[in-house]
């Protein structure tokens, strides 16, 4: 479901599933396998306001349907609803999630298996997820839902493989003109999202880009005072700061979503992040 809705049997046959109606009921079941999904939710769900006139016997047409499209999708009748006996694992929606949270529990342990893990998690997105429940209510919050999380398995997948570059691993060198062209798009979508901007920060430092690395954090610096009215995160100052002491050398330890803020001395007074207190803007020109 990580793409247009397609369904195969136990031998890898593709089974047509025709009619939009028909393909929302299966993405809703699938989104709750082996469990009772009410009927009155598969309702309102489906036909929302423009009701059929006998609405209950309408759904049980198009679980009827249902299963003659895909028989081995066993739909199963219950008083309270319909449960898709399914088991979770061969629905690549909750597929998806496992690999993504197994990458990013070995994020730091171990970079290779995790940018291998989270690799392999992101092929299975085809396009845009749930389009045929894009619709309903419910499928409209899933979309939402496993987005934030695609771009948060993309972000720990560039952490991986900058933490790889920085470690030295043989098959890793230092980021490629691809890698900081694919965190410039992302940040592009997403302008105040600070774990990108220092991933970017990170990468640009990698390729020897430390002046491209100051002049990013004012940019998002100045989106997040624009559009928010917001400092940037502790994390990110952090990694600014760290920038700035380093003589070129990639923060790789230090990752803007991770990282613990470099705390101050508790007073009543700002804290000072550079000797040049209020010039960071002449330094990133100076550099």
């Known amino acids: 479901m990580l793409g247009p809705l397609e369904v195969r049997d136990d031998a890898g046959s593709a089974l047509e599933v025709s009619g939009a109606r028909l393909r929302a009921l299966l993405t809703l079941l699938a989104l709750r396998p082996g469990q009772i999904v009410p009927a009155s939710y598969l309702i309102d769900e489906l036909w929302g306001e423009r009701l059929p006139a006998d609405a209950p016997n309408a759904l049980q047409a198009l679980v009827s349907r249902l299963?003659?499209?895909?028989?081995?999708?066993?739909?199963?009748?219950?008083?309270?609803?319909?449960?898709?006996?399914?088991?979770?694992?061969?629905?690549?929606?909750?597929?998806?999630?496992?690999?993504?949270?197994?990458?990013?529990?070995?994020?730091?342990d171990d970079p290779a298996a995790a940018a291998g893990t989270l690799t392999e998690a992101l092929a299975l997105w085809r396009g845009p997820a749930l389009a045929d429940a894009a619709a309903t209510e419910s499928g409209r919050a899933a979309i939402a839902r496993l987005g934030e999380l695609r771009l948060a398995a993309t972000e720990d997948r560039i952490d991986a493989e900058l933490r790889l570059a920085a470690g030295g691993d043989p098959p890793h060198g230092a980021p490629g003109p691809a890698l900081v062209a694919e965190l410039e798009g992302l940040l592009a979508a997403s302008p105040t999202r600070e774990t990108l901007a220092g991933l970017l920060m990170r990468a640009l430092v990698a390729a020897g880009r430390r002046g491209a690395a100051l002049q990013a954090y004012e940019q998002v610096r100045e989106r997040l005072a624009d559009e928010l009215g917001a400092d940037p995160s502790p994390a990110l100052a952090a990694l600014h700061l760290e920038i700035l002491r380093t003589d070129g050398a990639a923060p790789a330890a230090l990752p803007a979503h991770t990282a613990d803020p470099v705390l101050a001395p508790r007073t009543n007074l700002p804290a000072g992040l550079t000797s040049f207190v209020g010039r960071e803007a002449e330094l990133g020109r100076v550099a």
Request: hydrophobic share 50%.
């Open 67 to 108: 299963r003659r499209a895909v028989p081995e999708a066993a739909v199963v009748s219950r008083p309270a609803g319909y449960r898709l006996a399914l088991d979770a694992e061969r629905v690549d929606v909750f597929r998806f999630e496992r690999l993504a949270a197994q990458g990013h529990a070995r994020l730091h």
